[in-house]
């Protein structure tokens, strides 16, 4: 017998208090060897994209005739850095879980790791999706209310709202270390996030935010590429050819375009997907699949044997073979900041 079927339910490989789970998984199936090329590829990809847009960003905010851009850039600049700074928070975490092939508990037995990896994963899960908003509106402003922009919008008042941003999704996150809601050990055992048992509100809090600024970030891109449209009409019909709108359109609509794609494919699976099958906790499994390797073919960590090493009864949403097969959506967090930034450093 196997030591995770001797183990009763929420107790560590030594017999005290693992990480939280809900007890509610069904048995592990027999595991394979894991190979952690998957996730390491994942890390450094993201890490290297990122660090490249950022350097990008940062030439671009320096160059002459930059200025009117510069609120735009800040914005790039720090989506690409908090999604890189999510993926060396996290990343490494699973990638010493999957090599050390022992369970979460043995080398977590107090729980302060699964609580930093869940804060780490819901600030920097949060906080693209709710830069990425703020791109859209300060693109919006800037298109539909050039005179409103130019006289309120300025490098400072930039910075002052992504500090906003970012202390938000900070204090948002530590509500679970102050009693509302919690985090647990998530399927395959690599990882930790919100836990969804009982309905939790904070869980519900965390997909209402996300799919709040999917909305807002959607709702602005649409009316900026319309007002775009209209005003490159207005000018094909005068005397004078707008040219200059004619460049903006031409720059700013495929731009648009690919951060509601890539939004879209992030997101979209995991917050309306979960509400057809009425079950929230298949979203929350979703959302660290890049993170944990579990959306990339990979199994729990397991022994020489193939077996799992983690009890079924500490993790929660595990899901059935069935499920397993639908999880894989991608990570929604590592990325986007990366892809956002190819996509718009091109003006």
Known sequence: ?????????????????????????????????????IPLTMMLTGVVGNALAMLLVSR????????RKRSFLLCIGSLALT????????????????????????????????????????VFGLCPLLIASAMAAER?????????????????ATERGLA???????????????????????????????????????AAAFAAL?????????ACNLATMQALLSRCRAKAGAAQPGSRWGRIATETLPQLLGIMCVLSACWAPLLVGAGRRGRPRAALRLLGTAASGAGCGLTAPGDSRGQPLTAPG????????????????????????????SLLLGR
Request: hydrophobic fraction near 40%; charged fraction near 15%; glycine fraction near 16%.
């Open 1 to 37: 017998m196997s030591p995770w079927q001797q183990r009763p339910p929420n107790a560590s490989a030594a017999g005290g208090p693992g990480p939280r789970g809900n007890g509610t998984g069904r048995a592990a199936e027999r595991g394979s060897a894991v190979s952690v090329a």
């Open 60 to 67: 671009s905010y320096r160059a002459k005739g930059s200025r």
């Open 83 to 122: 999604d890189m700074l999510g993926q060396l928070l996290t990343s490494p975490v699973v990638i010493s879980v999957y090599l050390s092939g022992r369970p979460w508990a043995a080398m977590d037995p107090s729980g302060r790791l699964c609580d930093f990896f869940g804060f780490s994963m819901t």
């Open 140 to 156: 919006a402003l800037a298109i539909r209310a050039p005179h409103w922009y130019a006289s309120h919008m300025s490098p400072r």
């Open 164 to 202: 906003a941003i970012w202390a938000a999704g900070a204090a948002f996150a530590l509500l679970p270390l102050a009693g509302l809601g919690r985090y647990a050990l998530q399927w395959p055992g690599t990882w930790c996030f919100i836990s969804a048992a009982g309905g939790s509100a904070f």
């Open 210 to 218: 996300g799919l709040l600024s999917l909305v807002v970030t959607g």
């Open 314 to 341: 500490d993790i929660q949403g595990q899901p059935s073979g069935g499920d397993r097969d639908r999880d894989t959506a991608g990570g929604a967090e590592g990325g986007m900041g990366e892809a956002a930034g």
